[in-house]
C-alpha cells in the first residue's frame, strides 16, 4: 500500500545548527515526492519537490532534500537553521492509483528551532 | 499569499447539523483538491475535481459531498455532523489534474470547523 512515513512528530534544532526532518515512502512505481510547510493559522506552502534527475533537490527559503531510492526515503535538510524556521512540516508522495493521481501526506513533524 | 480563498475562516455548529464550506481555486487553476486536517488524522485527501468533474476519491465520507461549478469554485457539503468531524478543512489547486508545472498544489487558509 502507497504510505508515507514522518517518524518524529517533532525535531528540535538550535539556530545555526543544521537540520533534517526524516521522511519514508513506500510507492507502486516511481515516486513523485513533495515537501510542504505549515506556518501557525495558514495554509501548506510549497518548498520542493523531486521527479526524477538530481537525487540532491533545492528549494525554497534554502531547503533541500536528499531522494535516495535504496533506503525509500526523502529527508529534508537546510545547513542552517533559523528561528524562522519553526514550523509543521509535511511530506508527500503523488502515486498513480487505478488510474488516477492521489497524494498522500504524512502526519507531519513540528520542527523547532531554539534561539 | 498562494492566491486560493476559502470562506468562512471559523464554523462552529452543532451535532446533527449541515454545513458548506466554499473555495475559489487561483485564477486559470482547473484543477481542486479538498483535504481534513485534525489532530489525530493528520492531512487526509477527500476529494479532487478537474473542471467540473470528479477525478480522484480519497477518504471521504458518505455524508459529505463535493461539487465543482461552471466558475471553477468548489463546494464540501458536510452533513449529518458528528465531534470527530471538527478539524480544519483544507482546499488546494492547480492547473491541470497531476498538479501545477512543477506538480504542486497551491492552498488555502483554511476553513476551522468546530461541531459541538
Known amino acids: 500500500a502507497q504510505s508515507v512515513a514522518q517518524p518524529e512528530d517533532q525535531v528540535n534544532v538550535a539556530e545555526g545548527n543544521p537540520l533534517t526532518v526524516k521522511c519514508t515512502y513506500s510507492v507502486s512505481g516511481n515516486p513523485y515526492l513533495f515537501w510542504y510547510v505549515q506556518y501557525p493559522n495558514r495554509g501548506l506552502q510549497f518548498l520542493l519537490k523531486?521527479?526524477?534527475?538530481?537525487?540532491l533537490v533545492k528549494g525554497s527559503y534554502g531547503f533541500e532534500a536528499e531522494f535516495n531510492k535504496s533506503q525509500t526515503s526523502f529527508h529534508l535538510k537546510k545547513p542552517s537553521a533559523l528561528v524562522s524556521d519553526s514550523a509543521l512540516y509535511f511530506c508527500?508522495?503523488?502515486?498513480?492509483?487505478?488510474?488516477?493521481?492521489?497524494?498522500?501526506f504524512g502526519t507531519g513533524t513540528r520542527l523547532k528551532v531554539l534561539a | 499569499d498562494s492566491g486560493v480563498t476559502q470562506t468562512p475562516k471559523h464554523l462552529i455548529t452543532a451535532t446533527g447539523q449541515r454545513v458548506t464550506l466554499r473555495c475559489s481555486p487561483r485564477s486559470g487553476d482547473l484543477s481542486v483538491y479538498w483535504y481534513q486536517q485534525s489532530l489525530d488524522q493528520g492531512l487526509q485527501f477527500l476529494i479532487q475535481?478537474?473542471?467540473?468533474?470528479?477525478?480522484a476519491k480519497g477518504n471521504i465520507l458518505e455524508r459529505f459531498s463535493a461539487q465543482q461549478f461552471p466558475d471553477l469554485h468548489s463546494e464540501l457539503n458536510l452533513s449529518s455532523l458528528e465531534l470527530g468531524d471538527s478539524a480544519l478543512y483544507f482546499c488546494?489547486?492547480?492547473?491541470?489534474?497531476?498538479?501545477?508545472?512543477?506538480?504542486?498544489?497551491?492552498f488555502g487558509p483554511g476553513t476551522r470547523l468546530t461541531v459541538l
Open positions: 523531486y521527479i526524477t534527475g538530481d537525487n
Open positions: 475535481y478537474y473542471n467540473g468533474e470528479e477525478r
Open positions: 488546494a489547486s492547480s492547473t491541470n489534474p497531476t498538479g501545477g508545472p512543477l506538480g504542486e498544489q497551491f
Open positions: 508527500a508522495v503523488r502515486d498513480k492509483i487505478r488510474g488516477t493521481y492521489k497524494y498522500i
